[in-house]
């Protein structure tokens, strides 16, 4: 009976791996898939799968009158220059500027939309001030009241026009944000799928809702100092310009002050969001541990690895906390310092002819507009802008790559040659294969046996090209395909099942044939030829397993590995399935066996026995060492050469009979 677990977890890897250099089409489906591909790697683009649609990218509605055209890949920041190397844990902190221009870029038509109902603001906080000056200069003080009120009223007024297009904003900052949400998920996930790691439920949801709701606030406090400095400024010009002069130089140190504190403060949150995915990796890593830790008594030990994390994130709040007390006093100089310097220049001014209602009205610019905006972009530009600035640094980094694992071609003419090969789970683990020598020709036919846990799913992965040795040499035909014991069937049509790794889609003969030759063609009539659909809950595991062996078949693949793939079959429909690969042109066949009868069917036996704490060897079909074929030998020959070379003395499977496993 085949273990489970471990095992198991092997051959998940290899999914997960093909599926990866498989790219868009059905991933599981590549259980059974072309190994080879793994191998090679695949870039992010391939990995992702197809682009998103327009309709996908741009969940907001647009903000003008017409609706707003996006183009998908240009809304999508990217970091793909990002040179990446090295730990794969360590992403490249990528520069924000292109991703931004091109985010910007892609959305001219929302931006000029917002600055054209922000101008309504900006008018509106340009009429408060103006009015306020009016009504008193002219109206109130004057002892014209009614001019009084008619100005009061027209500011009253304005604010009413300023709300409808406050409103109209908003909707422009939908637009411009929820497309830039949906590019970071789509993102965070291909990602995720390329370099899963711990911190990747942390970046989909805290940190892309962080990201999001920032960008969001920060085009709002943006646009709105912007503006109302704007309208405010125009205002002060309009009313006396002298009071310019008065403003003005402590509004430009206040920010001058304010820029200085940006680059800090989003250090300290970059530090702080860094040590904030550490903790959560480590204490997910407890979590999932505790009943070990706790029967191990390593709980000082476990607390004790994270207590380093904890600090870090202390340290990193307490610099963050620091920055934010320097950002409270540039709002001071830059908002309330204007204000003292208009109270205490009042008497100067009004000596300069400008008139009480002027002075009122500045007041009110200064403080009803300038120091409300100035703090809002303190409190965004300082918190929100720098964590936006972290968090985008972060999401938008490229992980690493994870250097592919690379199998070279062995020489002629075997199809598989292992060298002093070891493997385990882990640096601490004991090794699962230790100093394995194989050498398998081309055309012959392996099987693989011992007993469960001896290794064999992980010879096999390793051959394959989905686990790298820790040590030694693996060298394997480049053209190979794994199918591992538990078949996948997709839901799509039976033809797509079959023809899936096939370059170019089989003509439905081939397809049939092959189907006829591995035992298959009956179940394929049943679902209802090639064109109907699969239903794979409705498949049995061993008609999963048929199709499986047939999209094997059908893949071109000179090397081909099945880890248990027939188990679930009879041993008549086993039997013909490895016949139909042994009869396959140009194959190489290794099969991880749990039958006798594969076992001795088999030109090469090789027998991870632990039991005896030794690798050993045997001949199948009572050959002790067949030669190596010719190098331009077909099957056949391979195997005729194999058996007529009982006798010869040259080894091809090979192990040093004193190493322990
Ligand atoms: N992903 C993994 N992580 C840690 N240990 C693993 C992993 N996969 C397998 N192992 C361990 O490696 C050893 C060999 O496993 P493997 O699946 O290669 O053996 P097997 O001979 O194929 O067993 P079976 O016949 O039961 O499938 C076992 O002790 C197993 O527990």
Not at 153 to 172: E, I, N, Q
Not at 199 to 219: C, F, K, N, W
Not at 438 to 458: Q, R, Y
Request: aromatic share 4%; glycine share 10%; with cysteine.
């Amino acid at each position: 009976m085949r273990g489970r677990g471990w095992g198991r977890r092997v051959r998940a890897e290899g999914v997960e791996r093909s599926a990866r250099a498989e790219g868009a089409a059905p991933r599981r489906a590549v259980a059974e898939g072309v190994a080879a591909h793994a191998a090679e790697g695949a870039t992010p683009h391939e990995v992702a799968g197809p682009g998103p649609s327009t309709s996908e990218t741009s969940a907001a509605e647009p903000c003008g009158a017409a609706p707003s055209a996006h183009e998908p890949s240009a809304h999508e920041p990217s970091a793909a220059h990002t040179p990446s190397s090295g730990d794969p844990s360590t992403p490249h902190p990528p520069g924000l500027a292109r991703p931004a221009a091109r985010f910007l870029g892609a959305h001219r038509r929302d931006l000029v939309f917002l600055a054209l109902w922000s101008l309504l603001e900006a008018g509106q906080t340009w009429l408060l001030g103006y009015a306020l000056a009016r009504a008193l200069d002219d109206g109130f003080l004057a002892g014209e009241n009614t001019t009084g009120i008619g100005w009061l009223a027209v500011a009253g007024g304005s604010v009413a026009v300023a709300a409808y297009g406050t409103g109209r904003v908003y909707r422009c900052v939908a637009a411009l944000v929820e497309p830039a949400r949906d590019a970071l998920v789509r993102r965070v996930v291909r990602r995720a799928l390329d370099a899963p790691d711990d911190a990747a439920v942390s970046r989909l949801t805290h940190q892309v809702e962080i990201a999001r709701d920032t960008l969001a606030g920060l085009i709002l406090v943006l646009r709105s100092f912007v503006f109302t400095a704007i309208g405010a400024l125009a205002g002060l010009f309009v009313l006396a310009p002298e009071l310019l002069l008065v403003v003005a130089p402590p509004l430009a140190a206040g920010l001058v002050l304010f820029a200085a504190t940006l680059r800090p403060l989003a250090r300290s949150q970059e530090r702080f969001l860094a040590a904030d995915e550490t903790v959560s990796a480590e204490l997910g890593r407890a979590v999932g541990g505790l009943r070990d830790i706790r029967a191990a008594g390593a709980e000082r030990r476990v607390a004790a690895a994270a207590a380093g994390p904890v600090d870090a994130e202390r340290a990193a709040a307490e610099s963050v906390a620091r920055w934010a007390g320097v950002r409270v006093l540039s709002v001071s100089v830059g908002g309330r310092l204007p204000i003292l310097l208009l109270l205490v220049t009042a008497p100067w001014l009004l000596r300069q002819g400008v008139s009480p209602g002027v002075l009122a009205g500045a007041l009110v610019y200064l403080t009803q507009s300038l120091l409300p905006a100035l703090q809002a972009l303190m409190e965004g530009l300082g918190t929100t802008g720098s964590r936006l600035f972290v968090v985008l640094r972060r999401l938008l980094a490229e992980p690493a790559a994870t250097p592919p694992v690379r199998v070279t071609a062995p020489p002629d003419p075997y199809a598989i040659g292992l060298s002093q090969v070891t493997f385990g789970y882990g640096p601490q683990a004991e090794p699962v294969l230790n100093g394995i020598d194989l050498e398998v020709p081309a055309g012959a036919h392996l099987a693989v046996v011992g007993p469960s846990g001896s290794g064999k799913s992980t010879l096999t992965a390793l051959i394959a090209g989905l686990l790298a040795p820790g040590g030694g040499e693996v060298r394997a035909l480049a053209d190979r395909v794994l199918v591992p014991q538990e078949a996948y069937v997709f839901s799509g049509t039976v033809r797509e099942n079959l023809a899936y790794l096939c370059p170019r889609p089989p003509a439905d003969t081939e397809i049939l044939a092959a189907a006829e030759r591995i035992g298959s063609a009956e179940l394929t009539h049943r679902m209802g030829g090639l064109d109907a659909q699969a239903d794979p809950a409705a498949l049995s595991a061993g008609e999963r397993q048929l199709l499986a062996l047939t999209r094997a078949y059908l893949a071109p693949a000179r090397l081909v590995l099945l880890d248990e793939a027939a188990s679930e079959l009879d041993p008549a429909a086993e039997l013909r399935a490895e016949r139909a690969f042994r009869g396959r042109p140009d194959t190489t066949l290794v099969v991880v066996a749990h039958r006798a009868g594969a076992a001795a069917r088999a030109d090469l036996v090789l027998d991870l026995d632990t039991a005896a704490g030794r690798l050993t060897h045997q001949a199948g079909s009572g050959s002790a060492r067949p030669s190596p074929p010719p190098a331009n030998s077909t099957p056949a020959a391979a195997s005729s050469a194999s058996s007529a070379a009982s006798s010869a003395p040259v080894p091809v499977v090979r192990s040093d009979p004193a190493l322990p496993l």
